[in-house]
């Protein structure tokens, strides 16, 4: 009987047959859509996905060196015999699949045909990230893919050589699921809840579209981990599979902690009284919650609380602990590993931290099979790993998505939320909580109000029963321990200005912070100051996490004596938001005020050092600072000028309280002035679109092809690649480049190295602690001056996308430079 070949093993030739491959793959797809209730519809998508495989083309293009080197490409044409390059057109080995499903179903009612595009998307898409139904000129891409020629999809040879017990096992798949469609429940409930009125449509809509997306990373996660569970023989055996260490053995090493802490001074049984509050609520129905805590209130382990506690009840997966910078992963994952992991065999698999992608969205069979699919019962990541996993184009991202399902997220700094993803995170979130039986905790002293944005475009759905605490006012006044002064003057600060009045806020209380907006005022202040002073930190983004956390290190450790040793510290934002340290006194160059009560976290934290009665926090506005390519922190600056100015009309004295109230007038403020930036907008073509329009309704795609063509006959319009190229979670997108600081050196030598890729695996999760985000224009500088290079990651030469940093462009004081220190004058020199 012949063997169809699905891989060809690189270390030894072994073939994986094609049967042996979808069975496999069906296996896990079904698995992982069970957490939806939906695992026939994940098993057929399994069977299918590369079933185009059995095309005579596909099987002589795999036993060619070109295919053993990407071995799962879906265009061959160029590497066929004369004999197959005579057919017209592509060939490749998923649109036959994708038209098989559609054959199944779109004959039947509304929801067998909503099922057929749902099925037929996820398996045209499987390579390429999901395809656009109607493109953004009303071109109607889903029909066109759908009747592609049999001739450039093989659909006849399919049809001959795919076995019985396959086709056998589709048949009995697809007969359950058109006698009782496990998706049509599932829809009516999304649209019966979001009802009739205005926007309605839209947030279904939407909702539909994240249903596909969901099924799409069930396909994907099973599809590349049955290819390297193949391509490397026992790598499955060091999965965990979602086998963890079970909850009620973290909760006891978590309350035995707890336990441990005490409550002897009144910042401490302040604390206490909010983890007892996340006990009490963990027994809550699944939800969404807010958890109000001011800086220092302790909510990291807190919110581990309830997150144990309510996952135990509701027998869920995982915990997933997102926050707005890498900074907070390295200080907290450290701090939930301590607790919760015992060490030897137990190693890393607790706490999982995934701080950034390396590599590009290479659509090559290496590169997809190399991404990370969050195997931990405790993931610690950013809300630019959430966003793109709930966004992004490509294969690598969405694999992720499916882990959401049937887990508790918490969204620590909350607050730090980009504006343009507003309304498509609160969908996001809605759906994972209506749909996939999770619960989702966001976190800050400084809660953005994002149940009140605009409803008709999507809006949490909570009220303040939701939150945590019992009284918030209560816990705030508990932990007032700063004053915030705002110091604004005509003109502002020059920098040298703010370095003395560093050096000078260091002589009253001892130890001082500076927190400034950009990479370069922070560097300036830095140099400035150390002429002023010996003992002077520096911490911006363009250091990388290793670099970041030796440098929190060495400040904890001066902080730490008593009296604390004389230190003054300048930094980006990357300080605040979570991080645990204290200073005496703190200046913070004007931004939002949720930005200065972050800044303030880190003053007086621990209510016990400084000269003044209360530690100091001074607001400034500096002279030099370009924060205009900076819009959130720009409008949140302005927005806090205009509350400052209505606050000293009745206190003149320029002493602030940032209490709750203020700080829920602010936001209100801001998501009014923001509301239209909240949707994504983009500029497509000639007219102005959103992101949620191109992924719910898409009216403008839709005009445009209602020109030509009338209506489409399929119920999902979205044009979902143009969309997701068109995303990126921060204003602008930054690459990851690997630097040669510390260990960092070691790890690109090794990357360099000639060897199976696949021993790249574990490098790569230890290389995000070496890389730093590098946006396009510094990119495209840095890559002028020669100052990276892309690495060759594996025996054949290829480059999967990974980039390095040459020594000299790396600063052990402030990472990553622009010059080579090798022609510039010494950093800070005059």
């Known amino acids: 009987m012949r063997k169809f070949v699905a891989h060809i093993r690189e270390s030894d030739d072994k073939i994986q047959t094609l049967e042996e491959h979808l069975m496999g793959v069906a296996e896990l797809s079904r698995a992982n859509a069970e957490k939806l209730r939906l695992g026939d519809i994940g098993e057929i998508l399994g069977l299918l996905h590369d079933v185009g495989k059995y095309s005579e083309a596909f099987q002589e293009y795999i036993m060619l060196p070109d295919g053993k080197k990407d071995q799962d490409a879906d265009d061959v044409s160029s590497f066929l015999s004369d004999r197959k390059k005579s057919l017209k057109g592509k060939i490749d080995h998923s649109t036959a ?37 109607v493109v953004p000129d009303g071109s109607d891409n889903f029909a066109r893919r759908m009747r592609k020629p049999a001739k450039a999809t093989g659909f006849a040879d399919v049809k001959k050589n795919v076995p019985h017990e396959i086709i056998a096992r589709i ?24 009802g009739r009125g205005e926007g309605c449509s839209g947030r279904f809509a939407f909702k539909v579209g994240l249903l596909l997306r969901m099924l799409f990373s069930c396909l994907i996660d099973a599809d590349r981990t049955n290819t390297i569970d193949f391509e490397k023989s026992g790598v499955s055996g060091q999965r965990q599979h979602g086998k963890y260490i079970g909850w009620p053995v973290l909760i ?18 302040a604390r206490r009284q909010i983890s007892d509050c996340c006990r009490a609520a963990s027994e809550r129905n699944k939800g969404i919650f807010t958890l109000t805590v001011p800086t220092g209130g302790g909510k990291t382990l807190s919110s581990l609380r309830f997150a144990l506690w309510h996952a135990k009840r509701f027998d ?53 099979i190399l991404s990370e699919n969050w195997d931990a019962p405790i993931i610690f990541t950013t809300i630019v790993q959430f966003l793109e996993t709930m966004f992004a184009g490509g294969t690598r991202s969405v694999r992720r998505m499916h882990q959401f399902a049937d887990s508790v997220m918490i969204f620590d700094e909350i607050q730090a939320l ?24 966001l976190c800050t002293a400084t809660q953005p109000l994002l149940n009140e944005v605009r409803k008709e475009l999507g809006a949490l759905d909570y009220s303040k029963d939701n939150e945590i605490v019992s009284d918030v006012g209560a816990v705030f006044e508990s932990f007032r321990r700063i004053e915030v002064i705002n110091a604004h003057k005509p003109g502002g600060y020059s920098n040298d200005e703010i370095a003395d009045m560093a050096v000078h806020e260091r002589e009253m209380a001892g130890t001082a912070l500076v927190v400034v907006n950009t990479t370069k005022v922070a560097r300036d202040v830095y140099f400035l100051v150390k ?32 009296p604390p040793v004389p230190l003054i510290c300048v930094a980006t934002q990357v300080i605040e938001a979570g991080v645990d340290i204290d200073f005496g006194a703190g200046i913070r160059c004007s931004a939002g005020l949720d930005s200065v009560a972050q800044a303030g976290g880190r003053v007086n934290r621990h209510a016990s050092r400084g000269l003044y009665a209360l530690g100091r926090l001074v607001i ?33 004295s320029g002493h602030l309280d940032l209490t709750p ?26 007219s102005n679109d959103t992101l949620m329009e191109m992924l719910s309704l898409n009216r403008k795609a839709m005009s445009n092809y209602n020109k030509n063509a009338g209506e489409p006959c399929v119920p999902l319009r979205q044009s979902f690649m143009t969309a997701a190229e068109n995303f990126h979670a921060l204003e602008a997108p930054s690459k990851s480049v690997l630097v040669p600081y510390g260990r960092g050196e070691k790890i690109i030598a090794e990357l360099c190295g000639k060897f199976s890729f696949l021993k790249i695996i574990p490098l790569l999760k230890e290389a995000q602690l070496y890389s730093v985000g590098v946006y396009p224009n510094e990119f495209k500088s840095l890559c002028e001056k020669g100052a990276i290079y892309e690495i060759k990651t594996d025996s054949d030469g290829e480059a999967l996308g990974f980039w390095a940093l040459r020594e000299e462009f790396y600063d052990d004081e402030v990472g990553l430079v622009q010059e080579s220190r090798s022609k510039m004058k010494p950093l800070g020199g005059e």
Request: net charge neutral; charged share 25%.
């Open 97 to 133: 699949g994708a038209q098989m499903a559609w054959n199944y179903f779109e004959k039947g009612g509304k929801y067998d045909v909503l099922t057929a595009q749902v099925l037929f998307l996820a398996l045209a898409s499987h390579h390429s990230g999901l395809i656009d139904c």
């Open 171 to 194: 048949d009995e798949l697809a007969g359950k699921i058109r006698s009782s469609n496990p998706i049509e429940p599932l829809v009516k409930s999304m649209l019966d809840r979001e």
């Open 252 to 269: 006891d090493r978590l309350e035995e902690h707890l336990r441990g802490l005490g409550n002897s001074s009144p910042i401490a049984a």
């Open 316 to 368: 869920l997966d995982r915990i997933f602990y997102i926050v707005p910078y890498t900074t907070i992963i390295d200080q907290n994952a450290a701090v939930v590993r301590e607790i919760l992991e015992r060490g030897g065999s137990e190693t890393g698999k607790v706490v999982l931290e995934c701080h950034s992608n390396l590599s590009s969205e290479k659509n090559t069979w290496r590169g997809k």
């Open 418 to 441: 980009p504006m343009k993803v507003v309304h498509m995170f609160c969908n996001a979130l809605n759906f994972l909580v209506e749909r996939c039986g999770s619960s989702v905790v």
């Open 531 to 562: 002429k002023r002073f010996s003992n002077v930190l520096h911490l911006s983004a363009k250091m990388c996490p290793a670099h970041r956390a030796e440098v929190l290190k060495k400040a904890r450790e001066a902080l730490g004596t008593e």
């Open 620 to 652: 400034v506005n500096s002279g030099e600072e370009n924060i205009s390519s900076l819009p959130d922190i720009k409008d949140g600056n302005d927005m806090a000028l205009w509350i400052l100015k209505e606050l000293q009309k009745n206190d003149a």
């Open 661 to 686: 109230e203020i700080m829920d007038k602010y936001f209100k403020l801001y998501l009014y002035r923001k509301a239209e930036r909240m949707a994504y907008p983009v500029d497509n073509g000639d």
